[in-house]
């Protein structure tokens, strides 16, 4: 079973920065893909950044490409997952949630039903 937590989140103005935590923990998980999903009120959630772990690949949606960067630390049997945002917009408020996915290397990253564990979410708001 894996445990993930989120944090980082907050209130920022247009244009501000902000940095999302995610780490992973538990017994004899294995990771082949991690990432991030937001939820705006009223709205489905949508992905924002993959990665796979192993090959290292990098997965955007258009939006946030040249603005969010996503990367990973491990040390032993600990992951954290980190999503860098700059040049933050408005339409980028929601809840931003983490997610493991054991079995498969990002193929289809965006479908939140691929995924295996979630985190509880932070919050961003982009005012």
């Known amino acids: 079973h894996v445990q993930l937590v989120e944090s980082g989140g907050g209130s920022v103005q247009a244009g501000g920065s902000l940095r999302l935590s995610c780490a992973a923990s538990?017994?004899?998980?294995?990771?082949?893909?991690m990432g991030w999903f937001r939820q705006a009120p009223g709205k489905q959630r949508e992905a924002v950044a993959a990665?796979?772990?192993?090959?290292?690949?990098?997965?955007?949606r258009d939006s946030v490409k040249d603005r969010f960067t996503i990367s990973i630390s491990q040390d032993n049997d600990k992951s954290t997952l980190y999503l860098q945002m700059n040049s933050l917009k408005p339409e980028d408020t929601g809840i931003y949630f983490c997610?493991?996915?054991?079995?498969?290397?990002?193929?289809?990253?965006?479908?939140?039903?691929?995924?295996?564990?979630w985190g509880r979410g932070t919050q961003v708001t982009v005012s």
């Open positions: 990665l796979a772990v192993r090959e290292r690949n990098i997965y955007y």
């Open positions: 997610a493991v996915n054991e079995a498969s290397a990002c193929g289809s990253w965006k479908y939140d039903f691929v995924y295996d564990y």
């Open positions: 538990g017994r004899n998980f294995r990771i082949d893909c």
